[in-house]
């Protein structure tokens, strides 16, 4: 067929071909019609207020439990959003500003007055207020080198860096910091008892990866995790009885040959990882989920009966990572959120919100951003001796 830049001029070797070329064409000029309109419906909805900019950053089936969704952060990797106790502010880190790696940032909770709290040296996680809104305690490397620390090395696969972090606590504004841990090594993922008197963070100082508590002055330590394997992402419940975090604890000689191997180099396989929760004393340890997927990021509601987390446990093995809800006895494991990646989930201290990082509309492979939802409860009934 002997083709002109003309697509009217074509002239076929056969007489149907004309036919194909022009009815592939009227599909697709029918396709781009019904874009059109699609977009000039939803242009004429938002003018008109019938749908709004929030509920389309929804994805379908995540309205049972999300309303009025909101993206406070536009670029770079942001993560791990943590409400201060008035339910007024944000503290979390991110790359935004031209940084290498992660620095910590407040911000109000409808994502204006954004400001960098942290030294701006070195990489910096986990922040969290203290109750009074007045001082933070985050982790940071800066003193051991005010530079980005180096990639982990994933010639072992998909791995993570235990870089050597150390605690600091500083007020709100990033003046006055003070540094309370001093071992070598990996201390971070620190959190506040609600009464504001305690520290739960994880520490490799023991030769492990383990659960500690401490005073606010650094002092008082109390290893809380005894077993083999990495413990973390600990947060206290909101009455200070309960902490709830995540586990991996290897289970055949194989998978302990490797936890070992690599913890010897500092790095970690984040590849699985069960939900747990214990008292505040470290007594009572139960283990809330068995899915061998790897769920992370687990924090109480204000209710004291529901966890949320982040999972891959539908797609296990892979990246994309979803919200999950599931009561303090372990049973109605629910799906809040549906597609992408989504982690990193918290509460407002009145449980009316929800904040979480969330690679939905990302222009790039590594960006997340923080995103703000109104919260629609659903009370289950769980076993009462779970609760206190």
Not at 149 to 173: C, E, K, M, Q, T
Not at 206 to 221: E, P, Q, V
Request: charged share 25%; hydrophobic share 40%.
């Amino acid at each position: 067929m002997c083709i002109d830049r003309d697509l009217s001029k074509v002239r076929p070797m056969y007489p149907s071909a004309s036919v194909v070329i022009f009815d592939d064409r009227r599909k697709l000029l029918s396709v781009h019609r019904a874009r059109l309109i699609v977009l000039i419906l939803i242009l004429l909805a938002f003018g008109a207020g019938i749908v709004s900019a929030e509920s389309i950053l929804l994805n379908p089936g995540e309205g049972k439990h999300l309303a009025d969704l909101r993206q406070l952060t536009f670029g770079g990797s942001n993560a791990e959003a943590y409400f201060s106790w008035d339910g007024r502010k944000l503290i979390f880190q991110s790359t935004r500003g031209g940084y290498g790696c992660d620095q910590i940032f407040i911000m109000n909770t409808d994502g204006s007055d954004v400001r960098l709290v942290s030294t701006g040296l070195g990489r910096t996680t986990c922040s969290f207020f203290l109750p009074g809104n007045q001082q933070m305690i985050y982790a940071s490397t800066h003193m051991r080198d005010a530079a980005c620390p180096h990639r982990p090395d994933r010639s072992h696969g998909y791995v993570w860096a235990l870089y050597d972090y150390d605690i600091y606590i500083a007020n709100a504004d990033g003046t006055g910091l003070t540094r309370l841990t001093h071992h070598p090594g990996y201390d971070a993922e620190g959190a506040l008892s609600p009464d504001g008197k305690k520290i739960v963070f994880t520490s490799l100082r023991a030769g492990d990866l383990d659960i500690y508590t401490m005073d606010i002055k650094g002092r008082n330590l109390r290893r809380l995790t005894f077993e083999k394997g990495f413990d973390g992402g600990a947060f206290f419940s909101w009455d200070g009885t309960k902490i709830i975090y995540r586990a991996y604890h290897p289970d055949t000689p194989q998978e302990m040959a490797d936890y070992e191997r690599l913890l010897s180099k500092s790095l970690l396989r984040p590849t699985r990882a069960e939900i747990f929760v214990m008292d505040a004393n470290g007594a009572n340890t139960r283990r809330l989920t068995h899915n061998g997927a790897a769920n992370w990021a687990p924090a109480f509601h204000p209710n004291g009966r529901q966890i949320i987390f982040s999972s891959n446990l539908h797609d296990p093995g892979t990246r994309s990572f979803d919200l999950y809800l599931i009561n303090i006895d372990g049973t109605g494991l629910e799906r809040i959120s549906f597609g992408g990646f989504n982690s990193f989930p918290f509460f407002s201290p009145d449980g009316k919100k929800l904040v979480f990082s969330s690679d939905r509309l990302a222009k790039g492979p590594r960006e997340f951003n923080v995103f703000i939802a109104d919260w629609i409860s659903e009370m289950r009934k769980v076993d009462p001796s779970f609760v206190r």
